[in-house]
T-cell receptor
Framework: GESVGLHLPTLSVQEGDNSIINCAYS??????FIWYKQESGKGPQFIID?????DKRQGQRVTVLLNKTVKHLSLQIAATQPGDSAVYFC??????????FGSGTRLQVQP | NAGVTQTPKFRVLKTGQSMTLLCAQD?????MYWYRQDPGMGLRLIHY???????AKGEVPDGYNVSRLKKQNFLLGLESAAPSQTSVYFC?????????????????FGPGTRLTVL
């Protein structure tokens, strides 16, 4: 799988701003996508999911956008809070009951 | 409900030693998974199980074995630990649905086991 070694891409935003985290996926046959949040020392936590027959899905303060043409997924977080600081992973379901995870983006929220 | 639990939380092994990591879930999920996560990287699938008594290889299965004797438990074994297996190990479980394409496959993760092999 893809790897960025020890240096995760980092997005730094001011508290209250909107955040956009991007993810490129690899398999055009993937039919289901999930965004996970992982805080330091914890396991990943589900944020939001989207099926391939949708372009957009909204949750509480979060929106996921899917562009199948360019195999791109994004997570938008509205009014980012310090508690949103974490590493965010996108994951794709390649149809074999298992997920393939991206390498993650670290979100840092400045007070 | 406790969700997904893992034991132990931490372990240090010497090269060549063996150990078993235990994962338990109380959500009656059919599917269970073992992942490893190395520093600054995403999770990589080691093995998974689609039901009691069945297991399958994931992306990085070499050096590991698994067993699913009971629906609620999924064990990960290292027969002869190597320094390359130093990692954080996560177990996850998910429910099964109709089997149609596009099934929801939200996975619930345990807190992780930090393993160091010297």
């Amino acid at each position: 799988g893809e790897s960025v070694g020890l240096h995760l891409p980092t997005l730094s935003v001011q508290e209250g701003d909107n955040s956009i985290i991007n993810c490129a996926y690899s398999n055009s046959a993937s039919d289901y996508f999930i965004w996970y949040k992982q805080e330091s020392g914890k396991g990943p936590q589900f944020i939001i999911d989207i099926r391939s027959n949708m372009d957009k899905r909204q949750g509480q303060r979060v929106t996921v956008l899917l562009n199948k043409t360019v195999k791109h997924l994004s997570l938008q977080i509205a009014a980012t809070q310090p508690g949103d600081s974490a590493v965010y992973f996108c994951a794709e379901n390649t149809g074999r009951r298992a997920l393939t995870f991206g390498s993650g983006t670290r979100l840092q929220v400045q007070p | 409900n406790a969700g997904v639990t893992q034991t132990p939380k931490f372990r240090v092994l010497k090269t060549g030693q063996s150990m078993t990591l235990l994962c338990a879930q109380d959500m009656n999920h059919e599917y269970m998974y073992w992942y490893r996560q190395d520093p600054g990287m995403g999770l990589r699938l080691i093995h998974y199980s689609v039901g009691e008594g069945t297991t399958a290889k994931g992306e990085v299965p070499d050096g590991y074995n698994v067993s699913r004797l009971k629906k609620q438990n999924f064990l990960l074994g290292l027969e002869s630990a190597a320094p390359s297996q130093t990692s954080v190990y996560f177990c996850a479980s998910s429910y099964s649905s109709s089997g149609l394409a596009g099934d929801r496959n939200e996975q619930f993760f345990g807190p992780g086991t930090r393993l160091t092999v010297l």
